[in-house]
């Protein structure tokens, strides 16, 4: 008697990086970016959704949002302690990127609009850092694989248009 021999396979899925609480932003975006399918990418945004997050990707994808600061690089020197001693977050500094953008602080002067910005660079780690440069001049996209139709299906809370 011949016993017919079964293969089993088994379903190997890619299990996805997990992050500490309050991740860095550069981190989410890293995750978001890597995953392959927009469904995947829309679930990790959706996972570690945030204020900050949220308000960048509003200033990089919304036209309506105009950025006051200069565009192309920024003179700044970038924060070199090692991670988690002395850096502050865009998680934490968002609430200030108003200042930035137009009709958000429009009594600041140029300089010290500048200056300010100079500052929350140096601050930064300097991943999250060249986020807020790339999101100043709406180039997020060129880093991360991250597109207005991903962001705009994981936030439909988000309103388009009508800012400036």
């Known amino acids: 008697m011949k016993m017919a021999m079964t293969s089993s396979t088994k379903k190997t899925t890619k299990t996805k990086e997990e992050l500490p609480p309050n991740p860095f932003i550069h981190e989410i975006l890293e995750i978001a970016s890597k995953q392959r399918s927009k469904a995947k990418k829309i679930e990790v ?21 105009v950025s006051v600061v200069p565009v192309g690089d920024v003179p700044f020197n970038q924060n ?18 108003y200042n930035f953008v137009k009709g958000g602080n429009d009594s600041l002067t140029s300089l010290r609009r500048e200056t300010m910005f100079i500052q929350i660079l140096e601050g930064l ?10 999101v100043k001049d709406k ?16 936030f439909p809370d988000i309103r388009w248009g009508g800012r400036s």
């Open 80 to 97: 070199e302690v090692p991670v988690g001693t002395d850096h502050t977050s865009l998680r934490k500094e968002y609430k200030h990127l």
């Open 45 to 65: 945004l959706q996972e570690y959704a945030n204020p900050a997050l949220k308000t960048l990707f509003i200033w990089n994808f919304d036209d309506t949002v």
């Open 125 to 134: 780690h300097p991943q999250e850092a060249e986020i807020l440069c790339l």
């Open 139 to 154: 180039k997020l996209q060129t880093k991360y694989k991250l597109t207005y139709e991903v962001v705009s299906q994981a």
